[in-house]
């Protein structure tokens, strides 16, 4: 989610958009397929489906023999996904590939999907569109809902129980790690203090008198963004499961199989762009992109919440 005031600008993590035909183009959809040189009768996996942008586009290079697997934790959005893509438009019908969905965490990736065989790996780390605006998933401290946030919401610790039963200091540590929140210790504090707290709204409210904004840079972003990022990264395990992807990668790809990772926070960026320049200096990986690619103005005015878009994509050696 990026950063403006309405969460629609400034949600950290960013959102998966829609692909053709499914509402929002997806983020960074052009040079995403262009790193990853679909081609025709390849292996392709998208780690992270959403609601089947990136997917669609793959699918609509791959030809009859090709195959995509793709990787949610959210069964919603895999319903939706699974509806869209099983049901190409009448002329692409008969040259559709082959799709695997698949409701699993993309840190299985290498027990679902035999090493060697795949021509490219796509990941797009940010929170679905679909996922924020559905207040009763939690994610969003935009409208009231009940504090979940789990991706998958069958399983897991919910953001409730995170506020509720952390001691202060667990709690602020959480915040100040995955949030980079400077004020972490006085909003952890507010929140213990606050206790019970079981909505968004209540938690936002908890937050934005704790840490009042200090000047004009500060009140474009609101005073809960960085505890929600905090709170959504360690419900869903996002930085664990993004490692183990990324040590997956190479054991999944073909020799000239293509690995691109969209992130959208600096500590994503930060593991990705670790992760590909050790692969590189190990001889795994040619690197593709020096610098990230990021979105331009025209695709920024289109949808905001590509603005903290960084793409990074690396060849396997």
């Known amino acids: 989610m990026d950063n403006g005031f309405s969460e629609a600008h400034n949600a950290p993590g960013g959102t998966h958009g829609e692909g053709r035909g499914f509402g929002h183009v997806a983020v960074l959809l052009k040079p995403a397929i262009e790193f990853l040189a679909v081609r025709r009768g390849g292996t392709y996996i998208d780690a992270t489906v959403g609601l089947g942008g990136h997917s669609w586009e793959i699918a609509n290079r791959l030809g009859a023999q090709g195959r995509l697997i793709g990787f949610d934790k959210d069964p919603a959005a895999l319903r939706r996904a699974r509806e869209r893509l099983n049901r190409p438009a009448g002329e692409l019908a008969s040259d559709w590939p082959q799709i695997e969905l698949l409701h699993a965490s993309f840190a299985e990736a290498a027990q679902n999907v035999e090493a060697g065989t795949a021509d490219g790996l796509l990941a797009d780390l940010g929170v679905s569109s679909m ?21 998958n919401p069958h399983s897991g610790l919910t953001a409730e129980q995170v506020v509720n039963r952390f001691d202060e200091r667990a ?49 474009r972003i609101h005073p809960a963004t960085r505890t929600f990022q905090a709170l959504r990264i360690l419900v869903n395990r996002e930085l664990d499961d993004l490692r183990a992807l990324l040590g997956a990668a190479p054991q999944v790809l073909k020799p000239g199989g293509r690995l691109v990772i969209i992130s959208f926070h600096s500590l994503e960026d930060r593991i990705v762009k670790d992760a590909l320049r050790d692969g590189a200096r190990d001889g795994q990986y040619r690197l593709l992109t020096k610098k990230p690619v990021m979105a331009d103005e025209e695709e920024i005015d289109r949808n905001p919440r590509s603005r903290s878009a960084k793409l990074r994509a690396a060849e396997r050696v």
């Open 131 to 151: 996922q924020l605006e559905d207040t009763a998933r939690g994610f969003s401290f935009q409208a009231d809902g009940p504090l979940d946030m789990r991706m």
């Open 171 to 219: 709690l602020a540590d959480a915040i100040y790690e995955f949030g980079e929140e400077r004020r972490s210790r006085r909003i952890a504090r507010a929140i213990v203090r606050a206790r019970p707290i079981r909505t968004t709204a209540q938690l936002a409210e908890v937050i934005s008198a704790a840490a009042r904004p200090m000047n004009q840079a500060a009140r």
